[in-house]
């Protein structure tokens, strides 16, 4: 076990939350509550994927790497009252980067080289400290990882330890070496290949709360983001997911069922009739389908008893290739690609993540399983709700195509005739999804409470539309006066969601009012400064 740590002194909790709203938030300049909760309008579209643009340029500027994860932390996570929703300030709160072990190639390995290999330090750093900012202590936030000792100093994040107070553990030794109590182990009813994991405390304790943040880079899987990044809360030995399809992993016997090769073999059979693409392509390692199908149905294993409270890709810079080997004289190379994707959905987000990186994601085999064992209800990235996020917290739902794609080249299912780096872009031919329609398109319209309320001096309105159609939602005061104007002109149908700043507005009450087609409504909400 590898450890660095140093400790801050708890940071007092302010109090007196207001009433008739539970959540708190400091864009709305409330004091604290006493539980840790995601923004409302995250939690109750847990099928959306949000898309935050950063403007960072050059990934040496640690500065702006480190606002960029501020500026992320501070408009998703938010203090409650509600204990049903929220989690207790002083419960554990587990963070995995993606903190893959670079190697020690003696061609090209350089540490400004290699950055995008794993997620950024400094960006890790900025995310803390806005969870710090709501009354988080740092002796309850755990950096945990099995993967990558060398990133504690090439990678920085011993440094970044000390600076932030944050427990960071990279520990590699296998089960044996590692005392039971820094050990969760958990069934997996309905594994295909586990039937039992160990996950690397505390990550699975009861209470505890997961923020997994993983990279924006390509792999031999395609990419490697949120649902693989997550197998490094494993275990040593139990992480290597993408070993042969003939290997047992060099782990307990007793921990995987009985007829794990026989069922991954039938159901590798089953899908390349059924034509998941690249299936076909020969091999037991994940340089073929049946090596692939192996992989993919050890890391739905672990995704189906793993539940982070949020899912993000760091994307302030991406990275094609294969960690340190790529097509650039052989080398991988790093992109600005200034974004971060982020959902509760693991597969959408990911799914989303290969589109913008330029691939066709129906094009890999991981969303077909996914698909299949119901841990994701969407297939084609354009039927997934994307919504632009931006620092106040404002969601605008935004078509997928209208942001910019990354071309990064992986070295996936290479097949007959195409260049070893190449991208998986072929044009895919969706099915119809029945639960996509409901995801992406509510049945009604609907104008919700605004919330906080009372507030100040910001507050989000939140509205439903079941047709694309003008709009027009503005601000009048108790004498019926308009003071704001805050949507207006033609939006898409699903939900929307809007901040408010009262600014230099007296305390009182004020009425907002939404119209669209023969829809119209108003609620009331109070200003209290």
Same mark, same amino acid.
């Given at each position: ?8 002194? +708890? ?11 539970? /959540? ?16 409302? /309008?995250?939690?109750? +579209? ?44 002083? +419960? ?38 806005? =969870? !710090? ?17 060398? %990133? ?46 160990? /996950? ?14 993983? !990279? ?35 782990? %307990? ?25 690249? $299936? ?26 793993? !539940? ?14 294969? @960690? ?22 693991? /597969? ?9 990186? #330029? ?5 890999? #085999? ?26 106040? *917290? ?26 070893? $780096?190449? =991208? ?8 119809? *999804? ?13 104008? =919700? ?8 001096? *910001?507050?989000?309105?939140? @509205? ?38 009262? !600014? %230099? ?25």
């Amino acid at each position: 076990m590898i450890t660095r740590r140093t400790f801050i002194k +708890n940071m007092s909790l302010a109090s007196g939350a207001l009433v008739l709203n539970p /959540f708190n938030h400091r864009l709305f300049g409330n004091t604290a509550g006493q539980f840790f909760a995601l923004h409302p /309008f995250i939690e109750n +579209n847990p099928d959306a994927v949000f898309i935050m643009r950063t403007n960072v340029d050059s990934k040496l500027n640690s500065d702006a790497l480190k606002q960029a994860g501020l500026d992320f932390g501070r408009s998703v996570f938010m203090n409650t009252d509600d204990e049903a929703t929220g989690t207790p300030l002083d +419960n554990a709160f587990a963070i995995k980067p993606n903190l893959t072990s670079r190697g020690t190639w003696e061609r090209g390995y350089t540490v400004e080289g290699t950055m995008g290999v794993i997620t950024d330090a400094h960006f890790v750093e900025g995310t803390i400290e806005s =969870m !710090k900012e709501i009354g988080i202590s740092s002796d309850n936030i755990a950096i945990r990882e099995v993967n990558g000792t060398e %990133n504690l100093t090439d990678g920085g994040y011993g440094d970044m330890a000390d600076r932030t107070g944050a427990d960071v553990q990279i520990i590699p030794t296998p089960i044996g070496t590692i005392s039971e109590n820094k050990i969760q182990w958990v069934d997996v009813p309905d594994g295909v290949w586990f039937n039992r994991i160990p /996950f690397l405390d505390p990550v699975h304790r009861p209470g505890s709360w997961l923020l997994n943040i993983s !990279k924006f880079k390509t792999h031999s899987m395609g990419l490697t983001l949120c649902a693989k990044n997550i197998q490094g809360t494993i275990a040593a030995k139990y992480q290597q997911h993408c070993t042969d399809y003939n290997s047992k992993m060099s782990i %307990n016997a007793d921990h995987i069922n009985s007829d794990a090769f026989v069922k991954i073999k039938a159901n590798y059979d089953r899908h390349v009739a059924d034509g998941v693409p690249r $299936w076909d392509v020969p091999g037991w390692s994940v340089a073929g389908g049946l090596g692939m199908e192996t992989w993919a149905s050890r890391c739905l294993d672990n995704n189906s008893v793993t !539940k982070p409270g949020l899912h993000v890709i760091e994307g302030v810079y991406g990275r094609d290739g294969d @960690f340190v080997v790529g097509p650039h004289d052989g080398l991988a190379m790093d992109y600005m690609t200034n974004v971060i994707i982020f959902g509760k959905n693991a /597969f959408n987000v990911d799914n989303v993540g290969h589109w913008l990186a #330029g691939h066709e994601p129906g094009n890999f #085999g991981l969303f077909h399983l996914a698909l299949e064992r119901g841990l994701t209800s969407v297939l084609n990235p354009l039927d997934i709700p994307i919504y632009e996020w931006k620092n106040d *917290s404002t969601a605008t739902l935004t078509p997928l195509d209208s942001f910019e794609r990354t071309l990064l080249v992986t070295n996936y299912l290479q097949k007959d005739g195409e260049e070893f $780096w190449h =991208m998986c872009d072929e044009p895919f031919l969706y099915p119809t *999804s029945i639960e996509a329609e409901k995801i992406q398109k509510p049945s009604s319209y609907v104008l =919700m409470q605004n919330y906080p309320n009372p507030f100040n001096p *910001s507050t989000t309105i939140q @509205f439903n539309l079941s047709e694309n159609g003008n709009v027009k939602l503005d601000i009048f005061n108790s004498q019926g006066t308009v003071v704001d104007v805050l949507a207006e002109g033609h939006f898409s149908r699903g939900s929307h969601m809007v901040v408010w700043n009262s !600014k %230099n507005l007296p305390s009182g009450t004020y009425f907002y009012r939404l119209r669209a087609g023969a829809f119209n409504q108003t609620r009331k909400m109070l200003l209290l400064k």
